[in-house]
């Protein structure tokens, strides 16, 4: 949780890292972004030696602090630009390492001995009205204290700058999929290989007509692709931030209509006092509540009353809740073309660069885990060891404060009334916190792989899953996307290499199995 106030001024690095491999498969080092068109060009680039008198690693662990992520290798990927993180041209990019202190300028010291400083600057948040903000106190009342909550929609926050689409570093000739947030690319070159590219799972959804919606583009991207014989796909899940389940689960249902039922996955909460307090009061009474609980079990039987839900199951010396079914049955369409997929499951590859949070991993995971998927990894640190594909939380939902608020305790109280004295104090209060807090969210469900239960299972946030081969971007693959997907295609099909250590095959090539954690992946 990081306090508001930390956010109201950007602290831009006049510089921009890249982390370039000479082939894609050994060690990669660092480079200055500008470098890499550069390079383009004939221009023979060379790697950073130290940062303002450190050593440019020591530099980065000291000074960068990403966060998000709960993958070491996802939060290295953090630093550095490539396609995916150029798309959204993201102005925090490299700004938290430097909320206290920021020199004027930087002086960068390359391994050809030649030098280059840099200005460093610091510029108000675009997401503040700073012609209303007269003094300290006028700012700390606009970015610090909570305003009352809405039960309608929760507290109000700062706003903040919506993440602004460009493309400037992917193939033109894109075919809109879905609310310019998933495209699909078919190559004119002759061969095989279609790319599905989606950025995000975050949209308003309003009844089913966001997902007829989705249907109808995932049907015409599906026709075109038999029409141009594309038979192999590509998913593009990098910098996917996650989104709605829902519409993670209706892609899925795209690509294998016949599969309903391999939905891998369900969830649980953790079965503590409060929960309970407010299930017996508002389970099967307020449809909010009882929709934001979930009524269905994993085969999809209707719960008859809250006790069935609540259990309390032991998994892991933890209090859990019974198994609930992630998307209720009857939620997902069918895809219109329900009986032949058009792609098998041999023939799609997962890529991502680690950065694939919440709904983006438990849709990875429906086609890794439902299907045998195979997934391929970019970047991370520079180490011969394998890296997971999906490197942020895998939750099944996340809640922020005023989350729980609206959808979980108001909702029980419109039903139950007031609560005595004594139960109170197990429910989260209806009262604003005494500070707006940025990114302050809470992991209030968890992921549990599908008949793998017992006391020995573990939530999924906690178990590593190393995708079946990592490769380190090249200087070409730091700047356009296609270059990344020739490169995967080549891999997936055409026996292309993977990154030494990464892979279960010994030549290298990428195998249908995944190799186990190694103590040494903590660095």
């Not at 060690?27 to 383009?40: F, G, K, M, N, V």
């Not at 060009?41 to 000291?62: M, R």
């Not at 295609?489 to 995944?514: F, L, Q, R, Y």
């Amino acid at each position: 949780m990081i306090p508001n106030i930390l956010g109201s001024f950007l602290f831009l690095p006049g510089y921009k890292f890249i982390s370039v491999s000479s082939d894609g498969l050994s060690l990669p080092e660092i480079y200055l972004d500008q470098d890499a068109a550069s390079q383009e060009k004939g221009y023979n680039a060379s790697a950073v030696d130290t940062v303002d008198g450190l050593p440019v690693e020591e530099f980065l662990d000291s000074a960068f602090h990403p966060w998000g992520y709960q993958d070491p290798d996802a939060l290295y990927n953090e630093i550095f630009l490539d396609p995916s993180s150029r798309v959204f041209q993201d102005l925090s990019l490299l700004t938290v390492a430097f909320t206290f202190d920021i020199p004027d300028k930087s002086e960068i010291v390359f391994k050809n001995g030649s030098t280059i400083a840099l200005a460093n600057v610091a510029v108000p948040s675009p997401g503040i009205p700073w012609s209303d903000v007269v003094s300290a106190e006028a700012l700390h009342g606009f970015v610090e204290v909570p305003r009352p909550l809405d039960r309608a929609g929760g507290t109000p926050t700062v706003p903040q700058q919506p993440r602004r689409l460009l493309y400037p570093n992917y193939p033109s000739g894109g075919i809109s999929v879905f609310r310019d947030i998933i495209w699909g690319y078919l190559s004119d070159s002759g061969d095989d290989v279609a790319v599905l590219y989606v950025s995000t799972f975050k949209d308003k959804l309003a009844g089913a007509s966001p997902l007829l919606e989705f249907q109808a583009g995932m049907a015409s991207f599906k026709r075109l692709c038999k029409e141009s014989r594309k038979t192999k796909l590509i998913i593009d899940l990098s910098d996917n931030p996650g989104g709605l389940t829902v519409l993670a689960e209706q892609l899925y249902r795209e690509l294998f209509p016949t599969s309903s039922d391999k939905i891998p996955d369900l969830s649980r909460f953790r079965a503590h006092p409060g929960l309970d307090i407010l299930g017996q009061a508002a389970y099967g009474k307020s449809e909010n509540f009882t929709a934001s609980i979930g009524s269905e079990d994993q085969e999809g039987k209707i719960f008859d009353n809250w006790d069935q839900v609540f259990g309390p199951d032991v998994v892991h010396r933890q209090n859990v809740t019974r198994p609930i079914k992630l998307i209720p049955t009857g939620l997902i369409l069918d895809a219109t073309d329900a009986d032949v997929p058009v792609f098998t499951p041999e023939n799609i590859i997962v890529l991502t660069n680690g950065r694939c949070s919440s709904a983006c991993p438990a849709f990875g995971g429906f086609l890794t885990r439902g299907h045998g998927v195979r997934t391929v990894a970019l970047g991370g640190r520079p180490l011969n060891l394998p890296m997971q594909a999906f490197g942020g939380t895998k939750g099944t939902e996340v809640h922020t404060f005023e989350d729980i608020q609206v959808e979980i305790v108001a909702p029980a109280l419109e039903v139950a009334g007031p609560f005595p004295p004594e139960m109170q104090s197990l429910l989260p209060s209806l009262e604003p916190p005494p500070l707006n807090l940025m990114h302050a969210a809470i992991n209030t469900r968890s992921t549990y792989q599908k008949d793998n239960g017992g006391e020995g299972d573990l939530p999924l946030q906690f178990v590593y899953e190393a995708a079946n081969c990592k490769l380190f971007y090249t200087f070409e693959m730091t700047m356009t996307a296609t270059a990344i997907w020739e490169r995967v295609a080549d891999i997936a099909w055409h026996g292309g290499k993977c990154v030494p250590g990464s892979t279960v095959n010994e030549d290298g090539t990428i195998g249908d199995g995944t190799l186990p954690f190694d103590e040494k992946i903590k660095g």
